[in-house]
């Protein structure tokens, strides 16, 4: 099992900035890639990044891309999404989640919880 809680989310303007904190415990945590995903209302869920186990390789959504950096402290059992230039479409809820092994393969397995930006115009 692995438990996974988000943190960092919050209300800001056009162009502000957010930095998403996820920490994670559990014994079956260790070599695992994780993402964020984010879901707006009446949408469906997406996938925004991921980083691999050890941090080597990063993938985002073209949404995102250029305007956020994923990145993960193994030491601290948590990862990092840096969201820049927010606008009012990055609106949703974010959600931290781990893939089954080191790679990004497949779907995730945990998920956390959620943490809502809400971007304002």
């Known amino acids: 099992q692995v438990q996974l809680v988000e943190s960092g989310g919050g209300e800001v303007q056009t162009g502000g900035s957010l930095r998403l904190s996820c920490a994670a415990s559990?014994?079956?945590?260790?070599?695992?890639?994780m993402g964020w995903s984010r879901q707006a209302p009446g949408k469906e869920r997406e996938s925004v990044a991921a980083?691999?186990?050890?941090?080597?390789?990063?993938d985002y959504a073209e949404s995102v891309k250029g305007r956020s950096t994923i990145s993960r402290d193994n030491t601290k059992n948590a990862m990092y999404l840096q969201m820049n230039n927010l606008q009012p479409e990055d609106t949703a809820v974010y959600f931290c989640?781990?893939?089954?092994?080191?790679?990004?393969?497949?779907?995730?397995?945990?998920w956390g919880q959620g943490t809502q930006v809400t971007v304002s115009s």
């Open positions: 980083i691999n186990w050890t941090g080597g390789r990063t």
């Open positions: 989640a781990t893939y089954r092994g080191p790679l990004r393969i497949g779907v995730p397995n945990f």
């Open positions: 559990g014994r079956d945590f260790g070599g695992r890639a």
